[in-house]
């Protein structure tokens, strides 16, 4: 598959998918937008005011982060703010409280700024099932090795019956012994969040690199078995990974394919809530809970994590979008503090 991505067929796929949410999509409250104006991505395609793809290669530029993600304290049960004077509205936090309480059972959510390290988090250790959102730093595993020259991006791994999974994705439908190379597979795990891509790749390569990985990033989940490609996590261990993922994004040009794929996938709830923003997501939806994790682009780009257990009054994935929007509300007060801060 070529590296680059037919733009046409970016924009096709995005709007049908776009199409597909404006039809089954629930109602939730509405969130306003962050003017794109001075945002530091270029490359940015929008039709009807929704972003249809965009290119994150302005990251070359950058610095590496440095948030020291794995020692920021938090308390449990209450909305927890570090690294800032910024305070949530009474309003505002009556809202979330009011919809994290009435919800029944657990959920989760967690924003770090990329630009200066305020965060804001909710029960962010709280354990999670992955789903298909292992993908992503599993992926980011693979790319890194691609990139040190470890991984022939260009191998061929071939399909076998013990790959098969009737989940999401393409593969299933190809015959037994189709051969893919290790950069279709990460395409196709990424993009379409296909199952026996994620499958093939964990067969082929394993665990003990990609735990080694986890290990010195410091998260407390998100490790895999020999036997077993999918995982738990939390909040604060899916932060972690998107906050690499970005740095990587930084210092390699693989790094910036992999961010531009999570950036322009089938599958991301941000764009549900704030589709006039651009955003890299890697979503999962468990057997017992929901989770969507990734950085959302506004004019102070920052990580955004939501996850919630099945079982609540009104849905895991309702009360995952409930959060994106809150988190967004969140952001627009804290842009503007920060206004008032500077000015």
Not at 3 to 20: A, E, G, R
Not at 262 to 275: A, D, T
Not at 312 to 340: C, P, W
């Amino acid at each position: 598959m070529k590296k680059q991505i037919n733009t046409l067929f970016i924009i096709s796929i995005s709007l049908s998918f776009l199409l597909l949410i404006s039809v089954i999509s629930l109602n939730i409250n509405e969130s306003n937008s962050v003017n794109l104006e001075d945002n530091t991505l270029n490359n940015i395609e929008q039709v009807d005011n929704k972003v249809t793809s965009f290119s994150v290669a302005d990251f070359a530029n950058k610095e590496e982060n440095t948030i020291d993600i794995v020692s920021k304290k938090y308390y449990d049960n209450t909305i927890s703010i570090s690294d800032t004077n910024f305070t949530i509205s009474s309003e505002l936090t009556s809202k979330i409280m009011s919809t994290i309480n009435s919800y029944g059972v657990a959920s989760s959510f967690y924003i770090i700024s990329l630009d200066d390290g305020m965060s804001i988090g909710y029960n962010v250790d709280r354990q999670y099932e992955t789903a298909s959102s292992i993908k992503a730093p599993y992926a980011l595993y693979i790319y890194e090795e691609i990139d040190a020259g470890n991984i022939d991006s260009d191998k061929k791994i071939k399909y076998q019956s013990y790959h098969y999974n009737k989940g999401t994705g393409i593969i299933k439908n190809s015959k037994f012994g189709t051969e893919y190379t290790v950069r279709d597979l990460l395409y196709y795990s990424l993009n379409d969040s296909d199952n026996i891509a994620h499958i093939m790749l964990h067969k082929e390569f394993g665990v003990k690199g990609y735990n080694s990985m986890l290990k010195n990033l410091g998260t407390k989940q998100l490790y895999l078995t020999y036997s077993n490609p999918w995982a738990y996590t939390s909040c604060r261990s899916a932060a972690i990974i998107w906050q690499e993922i970005y740095n990587f994004s930084i210092r390699s040009e693989e790094g910036i394919n992999l961010l531009n794929i999570l950036s322009n996938g089938k599958y991301n709830y941000y764009k549900e809530v704030m589709p006039s923003i651009p955003s890299a997501s890697k979503t999962g939806f468990a057997n017992k809970d929901v989770v969507e994790t990734g950085i959302v682009f506004d004019n102070h780009p920052y990580i955004a994590i939501a996850m919630a257990n099945k079982g609540g009054n009104i849905g895991a994935y309702s009360q995952v979008i409930k959060l994106i929007g809150y988190m967004n509300d969140v952001m627009l007060e804290y842009n503007d503090y920060l206004n008032t801060t500077i000015k």
